[in-house]
């Protein structure tokens, strides 16, 4: 059994044109101290899987299914009480995407650290303080950082805050929502080497979502294709990299320039589909350049001979074979 297992995970959101299939039936498996990166457009579904899994929904939710067990304990049977009391910052945690808008500003970063810890006012607030100096250390930053305010720091200070605000209660699955995002080239790089350390020595289970191939290829372990809602494409990140089967995914590689290549990057025509009322079948078949009549079904999920698995007609055995040789060839 995976550290973590998710099946057919569904989140909707209601709105007054209808309900929003922000997330409809994502599966995938996490072992322990692996890293699965989460890539795709903005408005795929990238944050909404992180916010089932952690459970910080809005109130217009219409449908949220499916199962997610994190060590053998199904969690989605917990109520919300003791979701929050067992799970929730203890066993799962989040760093949010954006350090300028998660902290706050007029509260010194040490007491915002030490929140979590404080709330239930089951520990001591000596203890609570020392262990923010002790992770505020973990993340690169001196204890004294606990009394300054948000205004005083850096932006790749902020993120190792917002950072060490996940890692209080030493959790064992830790989501990353773009946590570089809105920085430059160099503290970019100090952030994936302090997330890059922590996996190596914590033996922590990360999820990454971020726009960025690139990032999520020298973290991760795992690679999964977000598109309309759904995984489109998901399993080891050397074989999504090197042997793509989804014609998404396939668009998404070639439209990244390469430093020893003189193919000039490509572009995927089209646009992605609205969530309220998307494609009945495959919803990648509105641009995708191997559509035929199969794909106006919903597409069966194919495992690869190489362990990855994909939403896609192509892979199953109705899809016509000069389909199948044309996109083998080119």
Not at 185 to 193: E, G
């Amino acid at each position: 059994m995976a550290f973590l297992e998710v099946q057919d995970l569904t989140l909707y959101y209601d709105t007054h044109r209808g309900p929003v299939r922000a997330v409809d039936r994502v599966s995938f498996a996490l072992e322990k101290g692996e890293a699965l990166g989460i890539v795709g457009e903005s408005g795929c579904g990238k944050s909404s899987i992180t916010l089932a899994l952690i459970r910080v929904l809005p109130k217009n939710v219409h449908t949220y299914t499916g199962s997610v067990r994190l060590d053998g304990r199904e969690l989605l049977a917990f109520s919300d009480e003791e979701f929050r009391r067992q799970i929730r910052w203890r066993k799962i945690s989040m760093a949010f995407q954006g350090a300028m808008n998660v902290l706050n500003p007029v509260l010194k970063v040490g007491y915002q650290i030490a929140e979590p810890l404080l709330q239930d006012g089951q520990i001591p607030k000596e203890k609570a303080f020392a262990r923010v100096r002790e992770i505020l250390q973990l993340v690169g930053l001196s204890p004294e950082t606990a009394e300054r305010f948000p205004h005083e720091l850096s932006g790749g200070m902020k993120q190792r805050v917002v950072l060490a605000t996940a890692l209080v209660f030493n959790p064992s699955l830790v989501i990353l929502d773009e946590p570089t995002s809105a920085l430059d080239v160099s503290v970019q790089a100090q952030i994936m080497n302090l997330l890059k350390k922590l996996k190596s020595e914590l033996g922590l289970t990360f999820i990454f979502i971020t726009h960025d191939i690139a990032l999520a290829s020298d973290l991760c372990d795992r690679l999964g294709i977000a598109y309309a809602g759904q995984l489109v494409e998901e399993g080891p990140i050397e074989e999504i990299l090197q042997r793509p089967t989804h014609p998404y995914t396939q668009g998404l590689l070639e439209s990244m320039p390469l430093l020893h290549s003189d193919k000039s990057p490509s572009f995927i025509p089209g646009a992605p589909p609205g969530l309220i009322d998307p494609p009945k079948g495959c919803r990648f078949a509105p641009r995708c350049p191997y559509v035929f009549e199969r794909c106006e079904q919903p597409p069966p999920l194919c495992v690869t001979p190489h362990g990855s698995r994909a939403l896609c007609w192509l892979l199953a055995e109705p899809a016509p074979l000069s389909l199948k040789r044309e996109r083998e060839q080119g």
